[in-house]
């Protein structure tokens, strides 16, 4: 049971190229979603899944697509990659309602030079 | 979306003392509270969650207050210890979002 999880660990990437986030979750979920982590801002959310063949926009959804390929995997596509971007990216997965546990992903250190 | 606010951003404690943690928000239909544990370098992690139908939850040093009238819950750690040490995140969780607070980093002097 692998819970969440994310590829890649690491990225470098140079401003303008593209890449997509991978993550996969092994425990049924309905709901998954991505953050970003940047000091001092805390876990912001950029788009979120409440279903499959579902997506929403979060709090910072600006440069980023998302794609929810089935009820196990959401990806999240850099298109254009920018400095702003540099971050920890985290996906995240839980029953889908108003409680329930969310689990996370490692995350993700992306760096855009 | 739904804000929460956390506070303080920072928080240093001697060993065995107490530390509290508080966040505020403003939707009232959120009716679950949880609360995240993430050390250095590592995934965020549930510590301790409580539902709206409670004003209270203990498990061992942690407990968690809640006050939903007036829209503030606390995360309340005593004793604590080194390994303590880590950032905390409040949350809410709505049906379909979970939105974090800007997170405290707790710091546990020996």
Known sequence: NAGVTQTPKFQVLKTGQSMTLQCAQDMNHNSMYWYRQDPGMGLRLIYYSASEGTTDKGEVPNGYNVSRLNKREFSLRLESAAPSQTSVYFCASSEWGAEGEAFFGQGTRLTVV | ??????????????????????????????????????????????????????????????????????????????????????????????????TFGSGTQLTVLP
Do not use: M
């Open chain 2, 1 to 98: 979306g739904e804000n929460v606010e956390q506070h303080p951003s920072t928080l240093s404690v001697q060993e065995g003392d107490s530390a509290v943690i508080k966040c505020t928000y403003s939707d009232s239909a959120s009716n679950y509270f949880p609360w995240y544990k993430q050390e250095l370098g590592k995934r965020p992690q549930l510590i301790i969650d409580i539902r709206s139908n409670v004003g209270e939850k203990k498990d061992q040093r942690i407990a968690v207050t809640l006050n939903k009238t007036a829209k503030h819950f606390s995360l309340h750690i005593t004793e604590t210890q080194p390994e303590d040490s880590a950032v905390y995140f409040c949350a809410l969780r709505l049906p379909e979002q979970l």
